[in-house]
């Protein structure tokens, strides 16, 4: 099994990234702000909001291709995203593992309102001042490291605040901001492993929470198109047509395997951070689920926004 060292995991050597190392961002002060961290009596509030709303039969869980930054304020791309949020039932809680948090051991985010983590550079200063000041989820935290206990150490980090593969599509998928949200990171690039966490983590959807794996289904930076509207590449599409088909017929053995059995897998992904939170995604599903394609298209022509719900018919 390959896992992480303990800390954020840049990109490889020379990779250009939107993503900033978070300590690297603290150091300079440039990509937190936002609410203060709250005290005794915040806590306390949080509690009280993962009470606020009653747990259904069962919920959905799923995958979302978080695009570009952008996506925070392009309401018309983000459509999709927002008529998804308004076909749920209102969640207790949303449980979210983002590609752009990678920490071993598995490690949780702030369990109460702390500043969110721009973690992108050279964007518009609009990007950078956004809020999304959803409650903590110190009970969903709680239950989340009892799942988990069995895979090895759970740790938390208060500090954490959500990156943007959290808070941008959350914007959209619950505007309100009035539910709880959690952060979980990607311990492990090992597929087995992934999968197991999210089999463990399934229990939770008959608890109202909402599971949901953040990436994108293709995503190689050094390839992408100027034109942000171009056609899809052939090594793009081929690949985003695979994952479709692999994920519609449940295929968990090619999944697992993919990067011996998709088309392309490197020339999609140099690293696997965005591609993998669909792995776990896929450990929450159960075999009664009907699997909906909830977005699609291409961004520069190789970035695809795919996304995935898995839900209880």
């Given amino acids: 099994m390959s896992t992480l060292p303990p800390q954020n995991v840049s990109s490889t050597a020379g990779e250009p990234t939107r993503r900033d190392v978070l300590a690297a961002g603290v150091a300079t002060g440039v990509v937190v702000a936002g609410a203060a961290a709250l005290g005794a009596a915040g806590v306390l509030a949080q509690a009280q909001a993962e009470d ?4 259904v039969a069962r919920m959905p869980s799923g995958y979302i291709g978080h695009g570009s930054p952008m996506m925070a304020v392009r309401a018309a791309e983000a459509a999709p995203w927002r008529a998804w949020g308004q076909a749920l039932p ?4 949303f449980l979210v593992v983002s590609a752009h948090f990678e920490r071993a051991p598995l490690t949780l985010g702030a369990t109460r309102t702390v500043p969110l983590v721009y973690d992108f550079g ?3 200063k609009e990007l950078y001042q956004l809020q999304y000041a959803a409650p903590g989820a110190p009970r969903l935290a709680a239950r989340v490291e009892k799942l988990l206990e069995h895979l090895g150490d759970v740790r938390r980090d208060e500090r954490r605040g959500h990156d943007h593969g959290t808070w941008v599509p959350m914007r959209w998928l619950r505007p309100q901001a009035d ?5 979980l990171s990607l311990p492990t690039h090992d597929p087995q492993r992934l999968f197991q966490i999210g089999r463990a983590l399934r229990p939770l959807r008959d608890e109202g929470v909402f599971i949901l794996g953040s990436g994108s289904l293709t995503h190689n930076l050094r390839r992408m198109a100027p034109d942000e509207n171009a056609a899809p590449f052939g090594w793009a599409a081929a690949f985003d047509a695979w994952a479709d088909d692999v994920i519609a017929r449940g295929d968990v053995d090619a999944l697992l395997d993919w990067q011996r059995k998709a088309p392309d897998a490197r020339t999609n992904h140099p690293t696997v951070e965005h591609f993998i939170p669909l ?4 450990g929450t599903r159960h ?4 699997v909906r394609v909830t977005d699609k298209g291409f961004e520069h022509g190789g970035l695809s926004r795919r996304s995935f719900a898995f839900e209880t018919v």
């Fill in 90 to 93: 209102k969640p207790v809680a």
């Fill in 287 to 290: 075999d009664n689920d009907r």
């Fill in 52 to 55: 606020a709303a009653p747990a």
């Fill in 179 to 183: 539910v709880p949200v959690l952060s």
């Fill in 279 to 282: 792995i776990l995604a896929m």
């Fill in 122 to 124: 050279g964007f518009p």
